[in-house]
């Protein structure tokens, strides 16, 4: 048997499988996330600058497109591909609401069948996620 595995980052990006607010402006942020989670490190990621928030959200409609048609929500068909994926991986999701954590349990219950894994696979790896994970100094502290 081997080790879990543990999606620890899925906090950090949950906001993009909620409503994100679309504006033109230079202060564009995920509706969900406020400013106070900005004074973290992520105004120093490039993947939660604007222009590659815009770019990355194409992912999330492509979860909600997939999601759609089977009547779950972006959040809940990226937590159940990832309890599809392996049966070892155990996403962490973040909420402050109940509400959010009774719509993240029901991912548990969701299952997809090898034909609906490739089509989300297939969906979503057609996208280029625009802005790296890690800032440079991060970047060279990760074990490659």
């Not at 033109?24 to 995920?30: D, E």
Request: aromatic content about 8%; charged content about 20%.
């Amino acid at each position: 048997m081997g080790t879990p595995s543990v999606a620890s980052f899925f906090p950090q990006i949950y906001h993009f499988c909620t409503k994100v607010k679309r504006s033109s402006s230079k202060t564009f942020r995920p509706a969900l996330l406020p400013n106070a989670a900005y004074n973290g490190n992520r105004q120093s990621l490039l993947r939660f600058q604007p222009d590659a928030i815009r770019a990355n959200t194409r992912i999330v409609e492509a979860l909600n497109a997939f999601g759609r048609t089977r009547g779950i929500t972006p959040a809940q068909t990226a937590l159940a591909w990832l309890m599809n994926k392996k049966p070892f991986i155990v996403p962490i999701p973040g909420t402050t609401k109940l509400s959010h954590l009774e719509k993240n349990l029901r991912a548990c219950d969701i299952t997809f069948t090898a034909n609906e894994m490739k089509e989300l696979e297939d969906a979503v790896s057609a996208i280029p996620v625009i802005g790296s994970r890690y800032d440079a100094l991060q970047e060279s502290k990760v074990q490659k």
